[in-house]
């Protein structure tokens, strides 16, 4: 089977999907075009905005579609083999991904749009939203920790003369360069966007040509940024505590911006280069069911945690309700924004299991999934530019990686200084100070004290984290249901197969985690703090779902606002 004939089987698939699984959830939440949303009845000229679906759609996929969808298939891939996580990720983001990402959209249209983790403080109660809180500022910490370190890994490279020894590349070096200078251009735009307000038109003529000349300027400064992983990491996170605290419209608002215009192209450079690349698979289809000896080698649960964003994201359920929920002109616009963008996140995934499947195994070898990403992208941009270019090519698509994560990163940190902020009262520009560092500290600690390629453990964590949260806000929007005297039947399905394998897998982490203490004692470690999260996660779920039953037990069935 060819690369091309599996896209179009995939894309078929993800269609069909949304034509009609799509369609049937829609039918299930009985849309009501009647009754205005929360952006057409609040509407501030702020948060709450009636938006074009056309719009929102590209703003809500460039803040759910980061590193997550990339870095998740091309570790799996090379464990299980790329059929296993093909399915997963078609599957997968059709009946559990898009449609929890839909479903915690219209939940949140349907509460005046609050928050997941406040429509479960309004449907379960303060414990189930202290549980839900402090769950979510978990999960965000091993978000900035598992992206921190692959981001590291990708900074770092050898070496090497090239053109006859007139030119010393260093392809690390050279995506760290184009890294800097990109987030540089991005303050420069914020600035002169607030300084002049120039038209938008001629911001993006000037600023999006000016983000790849970035790239080339990369590859021409390869040597200037030559650090080690640990202080990369540590400069990371020193840059996450920083964004966190500047004013939107100085990094993030442009930066995001921009980062839509690197999405789309490495979207469509991927595109290209699955149906005209004319790459063999040199990758096999089915690996293993299981690797003794590590700890994510079993394909049951650990495939379905490894690859998490691009298959079901509980992070994207944060971003439905607390953004996008906000800007919902009607009710219909739910389906194309919420569902539809989960499924051009699976064709991400898709792109980035590619990246392995036309790579010769031995040359994979001490890889990061960043540098795989980045070779992949830059095989498949050379069909247009040419293979001269080659070095160019694979700067952008590592440089792409890394602008992903860093749009992670920096949501990342702002939203777990808000949960901290509004747990303990912290106001006050000390008061968001003193909660990023606090949220900072812990990923800090981790890396410091981490051996090299750590970012195994901390993914296997992340996407369980992740995907748990997926399960936790399903349960809520269940009981949401029920309380409506809706059918629920096919949230909770989803919802039990998600928290059945990411409870198992956190079961598994945390035996691994202190059996293997005897050997590394009980001083500060990787794995015992591994080990007490998964614990810690673990008691959170159940109190989480104690707090669901009880809740649907005291409830009666009552009908919400629509028929």
Same mark, same amino acid.
């Given at each position: 089977?060819?690369?091309?004939?599996?896209?179009?089987?995939?894309?078929?698939?993800?269609?069909? +999907?949304?034509?009609?699984?799509?369609?049937?959830?829609?039918?299930?939440?009985?849309?009501?075009?009647?009754?205005?949303?929360?952006?057409?009845?609040?509407?501030?000229?702020?948060?709450?905005?009636?938006?074009?679906?056309?719009?929102?759609?590209?703003?809500?996929?460039?803040?759910?579609?980061?590193?997550?969808?990339?870095?998740?298939?091309?570790?799996?891939?090379?464990?299980?083999?790329?059929?296993?996580?093909?399915?997963?990720?078609?599957?997968?983001?059709?009946?559990?991904?898009?449609?929890?990402?839909?479903?915690?959209?219209?939940?949140?249209?349907?509460?005046?749009?609050?928050?997941?983790?406040?429509?479960?403080?309004?449907?379960?109660?303060?414990?189930?939203?202290?549980?839900?809180? $402090?769950?979510?500022?978990?999960?965000?910490?091993?978000?900035?920790?598992?992206?921190?370190?692959?981001?590291?890994?990708?900074?770092?490279?050898?070496?090497?003369?090239?053109?006859?020894?007139?030119?010393?590349?260093?392809?690390?070096?050279?995506? %760290?360069?184009?890294?800097?200078?990109?987030?540089?251009?991005?303050?420069?735009?914020?600035?002169?966007?607030?300084?002049?307000?120039?038209?938008?038109?001629?911001?993006?003529?000037?600023?999006? *040509? %000016?983000?790849? %000349?970035?790239?080339?300027?990369?590859?021409?400064?390869?040597?200037? /940024?030559?650090?080690?992983?640990?202080?990369?990491?540590? /400069?990371?996170?020193?840059?996450?505590?920083?964004?966190?605290?500047?004013?939107?419209?100085?990094?993030?608002?442009?930066?995001?911006?921009?980062?839509?215009?690197?999405?789309?192209?490495?979207?469509?450079?991927?595109?290209?280069?699955?149906?005209?690349?004319?790459?063999?698979?040199?990758?096999?289809?089915?690996?293993?069911?299981?690797?003794?000896?590590?700890?994510?080698?079993?394909?049951? *649960?650990?495939?379905?945690?490894?690859?998490?964003? +691009?298959?079901?994201?509980?992070?994207?359920?944060?971003?439905?309700?607390?953004?996008?929920?906000?800007?919902?002109?009607?009710?219909?616009?739910?389906?194309?924004?919420?569902?539809?963008?989960?499924?051009?996140?699976? $064709?991400?995934?898709?792109?980035?299991?590619?990246?392995?499947?036309?790579?010769?195994?031995?040359?994979?070898?001490?890889?990061?999934?960043?540098?795989?990403?980045?070779?992949?992208?830059?095989?498949?941009?050379?069909?247009?530019?040419?293979?001269?270019?080659?070095?160019?090519?694979?700067?952008?698509?590592?440089?792409?990686?890394?602008?992903?994560?860093?749009?992670?990163?920096?949501?990342?940190?702002?939203?777990?200084?808000?949960?901290?902020?509004?747990?303990?009262?912290?106001? +006050?520009?000390?008061?968001?100070?003193?909660?990023?560092?606090?949220?900072?500290?812990?990923?800090?600690?981790?890396?410091?004290?981490?051996?090299?390629?750590?970012?195994?453990?901390?993914?296997?964590?992340?996407?369980?984290?992740?995907?748990?949260?997926?399960?936790?806000?399903?349960?809520?929007?269940?009981?949401?249901?029920?309380?409506?005297?809706?059918?629920?039947?096919?949230?909770?399905?989803?919802?039990?197969?998600?928290?059945?394998?990411?409870?198992?897998?956190?079961?598994?982490?945390?035996?691994?985690?202190?059996?293997?203490?005897?050997?590394?004692?009980?001083?500060?470690?990787?794995? /015992?703090?591994?080990?007490?999260?998964?614990?810690?996660?673990?008691?959170?779920?159940?109190?989480?779902?104690?707090?669901?039953?009880?809740?649907?037990?005291?409830?009666?069935?009552?009908?919400?606002?629509?028929?």
């Amino acid at each position: 089977m060819s690369i091309p004939l599996i896209t179009v089987i995939f894309l078929g698939t993800l269609a069909l +999907g949304y034509r009609f699984y799509g369609r049937f959830v829609e039918r299930k939440y009985s849309l009501d075009e009647e009754l205005p949303t929360p952006a057409v009845t609040i509407n501030d000229g702020q948060d709450f905005t009636p938006t074009k679906p056309f719009y929102l759609m590209g703003q809500h996929f460039s803040a759910i579609a980061a590193a997550g969808p990339i870095a998740g298939p091309i570790i799996a891939s090379q464990q299980f083999g790329w059929l296993p996580c093909l399915l997963w990720i078609g599957l997968g983001a059709i009946f559990v991904g898009a449609m929890h990402d839909y479903s915690t959209l219209i939940a949140s249209v349907r509460h005046q749009g609050r928050s997941i983790a406040e429509i479960i403080r309004h449907r379960l109660g303060n414990r189930a939203w202290y549980a839900m809180m $402090l769950f979510i500022w978990i999960a965000l910490l091993y978000v900035i920790l598992a992206f921190t370190d692959i981001t590291a890994s990708t900074f770092i490279g050898k070496s090497e003369e090239l053109e006859g020894g007139s030119f010393t590349f260093n392809a690390g070096g050279a995506v %760290a360069a184009a890294s800097t200078a990109y987030l540089l251009l991005a303050i420069l735009m914020g600035v002169v966007q607030k300084k002049w307000n120039p038209p938008l038109f001629w911001q993006t003529v000037i600023f999006v *040509p %000016a983000s790849l %000349a970035v790239v080339w300027l990369g590859t021409k400064i390869s040597t200037l /940024l030559i650090l080690d992983a640990k202080t990369w990491s540590l /400069l990371i996170l020193a840059y996450c505590f920083v964004a966190s605290l500047l004013p939107l419209w100085l990094l993030l608002q442009p930066r995001g911006y921009l980062g839509g215009f690197i999405l789309y192209i490495a979207l469509a450079t991927g595109v290209i280069g699955l149906f005209f690349g004319g790459y063999p698979i040199q990758q096999k289809a089915f690996i293993t069911w299981n690797t003794p000896g590590v700890l994510s080698g079993s394909l049951f *649960p650990f495939l379905f945690v490894t690859i998490a964003c +691009g298959a079901c994201s509980g992070f994207h359920g944060l971003v439905a309700s607390g953004t996008t929920s906000k800007q919902i002109a009607r009710e219909a616009h739910c389906r194309p924004v919420g569902y539809g963008s989960m499924l051009l996140e699976g $064709l991400i995934a898709l792109i980035a299991l590619a990246t392995v499947m036309i790579a010769v195994p031995s040359t994979l070898t001490g890889l990061t999934p960043g540098k795989i990403y980045g070779n992949g992208i830059g095989r498949f941009l050379t069909i247009l530019i040419g293979e001269k270019n080659y070095h160019f090519a694979a700067t952008f698509g590592a440089m792409a990686f890394s602008t992903f994560v860093f749009d992670t990163l920096d949501v990342a940190t702002r939203l777990g200084r808000y949960i901290l902020q509004e747990l303990f009262s912290l106001e +006050g520009r000390k008061g968001a100070i003193i909660a990023t560092a606090i949220t900072i500290l812990p990923p800090g600690l981790l890396l410091l004290f981490s051996h090299e390629g750590a970012y195994k453990l901390f993914w296997t964590l992340f996407g369980t984290s992740n995907q748990l949260l997926a399960g936790l806000s399903l349960l809520g929007i269940s009981i949401w249901l029920k309380m409506s005297g809706r059918s629920s039947w096919f949230a909770v399905i989803p919802m039990l197969f998600v928290m059945t394998i990411t409870l198992w897998s956190l079961s598994i982490q945390t035996s691994w985690a202190f059996k293997n203490l005897t050997r590394e004692g009980f001083a500060f470690s990787t794995t /015992l703090m591994n080990g007490l999260i998964c614990l810690i996660l673990i008691l959170l779920a159940a109190l989480m779902i104690v707090e669901a039953l009880r809740a649907k037990n005291q409830h009666v069935a009552v009908p919400d606002r629509h028929p």
